[in-house]
């Protein structure tokens, strides 16, 4: 099993729909947790850290939970600036470990 | 503060030529990462650094040598290169250990 594994995609998705994405993480005593969004041949940026309690930036609402192992990004009222490449990334010891990552593309 | 900058952009090599890729960051991070990433793929860790002259291998080690004489920089040395190394190369760096890592804008090699 891999370290860290995310929803195969791409997710094609309309434009205006709310559109959620999983990773799952194999080591229970990781600590932290990233989204970062990766445009066509760009570098990945961070889009939010991810926290126990949760935490929500706009349209954007990221989850953690840690009985199940993983962590979960939704994406409200998408928009077509939306499509993008999604990574997730943990650090179960002292190193990041990153998701294949997810392609989102949002229709017209 | 221009952040993570990495030379070159863009480089093709023949079977068995040497570079060095650069990699320069102006935050005073203490850690340092060079990643490659094949198409389709995820972010393999080459070598990382916790601080000028530490340096200690990544998953894919192989094939590739760092250096880190200085807090701001971290050259990635490909020696005799071969077609498995085409890849896109993105160096790292952050604060701490644990915290969000910033990215250079990459290297794309071609290996011919």
């Known amino acids: 099993r891999k370290e860290v594994e995310q929803d195969p995609g791409p997710f094609n998705v309309p434009e205006g729909a709310t559109v959620a994405f999983n990773c799952t993480y194999s080591?229970?005593?990781?600590?932290?947790f990233f989204w970062y969004r990766q445009d066509c041949r760009k570098e990945p940026k961070l889009l939010m850290s991810?926290?126990?309690?949760?935490n929500e930036d706009g349209r954007f609402t990221a989850q953690l939970n840690r009985a199940s192992q993983y962590i979960s990004l939704l994406i409200r009222d998408s928009k077509l600036s939306d499509s993008a490449t999604y990574l997730c990334?943990?650090?179960?010891?002292?190193?990041?470990?990153w998701g294949a990552g997810t392609k989102l593309i949002i229709k017209p | 503060n221009a952040g993570v900058t990495q030379t070159p952009k863009f480089r093709i090599l023949k079977i068995g030529q040497s570079m060095t890729l650069q990699c320069t960051q102006d935050m005073n991070h203490n850690y340092m990462y060079w990643y490659r990433q094949d198409p389709g793929m995820g972010l393999k860790l080459i070598y990382y650094s916790v601080g000028a002259g530490i340096t200690d291998k990544g998953e894919v080690p192989n094939g590739y040598n760092v250096s880190r004489s200085t807090t701001e920089d971290f050259p990635l040395r490909l020696e005799l290169a071969a077609p498995s190394q085409t890849s896109v190369y993105f160096c790292a760096s952050t604060r701490g250990g644990k915290e969000t890592q910033y990215f250079g804008p990459g290297t794309r090699l071609l290996v011919l």
């Open positions: 990334a943990v650090i179960p010891r002292y190193q990041l470990i």
């Open positions: 080591n229970s005593a990781s600590q932290s």
């Open positions: 991810v926290y126990s309690s949760g």
